[in-house]
């Protein structure tokens, strides 16, 4: 049995919003063709041998099931610039295909939606799932990597909104 927090889940978010993350928009395509879009900064390696990633999603995320039923699962790394494509892909009543409509992308392997005007891809098969609190942990088996040089900095989220990597340090 474990003990109730002396804290509510508000403060917890607040507590979490002082770590300053990267932004990512994943993409990922099931067999019959149904398309996922969604704005994720809960994204890490796992592994350099083999290549594996993972990121997470709350299990209430209308993107859910379709990423439950894709083999294939893209993430984009945004940079600074791409806050449009963060906040379209973070969009709540959109389908994965209405999400995609106002996005230029190609599709990679099997299918997989691709955004170009990334920096950075990485694309692979859904490995494992596992079923965390509210969340849901997706492994990825990476097998496909594309680097588009850039100076452009990465999207950052912090304190609850985008930023700049250096604004984290004066605020």
């Known amino acids: 049995m474990t003990a109730e927090p002396l804290f509510d889940s508000t403060e917890f978010r607040q507590v979490c ?5 990267g932004v990512t928009a994943v993409t990922a395509i099931t067999a019959q063709g149904g398309v996922a879009a969604l704005t994720v900064n809960s994204f890490t390696s796992v592994s350099l041998q083999p290549a594996k990633v993972l990121f997470c999603v ?3 995320s209308s993107s859910f099931p379709t990423l439950v039923g894709s083999e294939r699962i893209a993430i984009h790394i945004l940079s600074r610039d791409q806050e449009d494509v963060a906040r379209r892909f973070a969009t709540s009543g959109l389908t994965g295909a209405e999400k995609l409509a106002g996005v230029s992308w190609l599709p990679g392997p099997d299918g997989v939606p691709l955004l170009p005007g990334t920096p950075a891809v990485l ?4 490995d494992e799932v596992i079923t965390s609190g509210d969340h849901v942990i997706f492994l990825l088996d990476i ?9 452009v900095p990465a999207l950052s989220f912090y304190r609850g909104r985008f930023v700049s ?6 605020e």
């Open 17 to 21: 919003g002082h770590f300053p993350t």
């Open 58 to 60: 709350t299990s209430s």
């Open 123 to 126: 694309a692979g098969r859904r």
């Open 143 to 151: 097998d496909h990597v594309h680097l588009k040089p850039t100076n």
């Open 165 to 170: 990597p250096s604004a984290t340090a004066t």
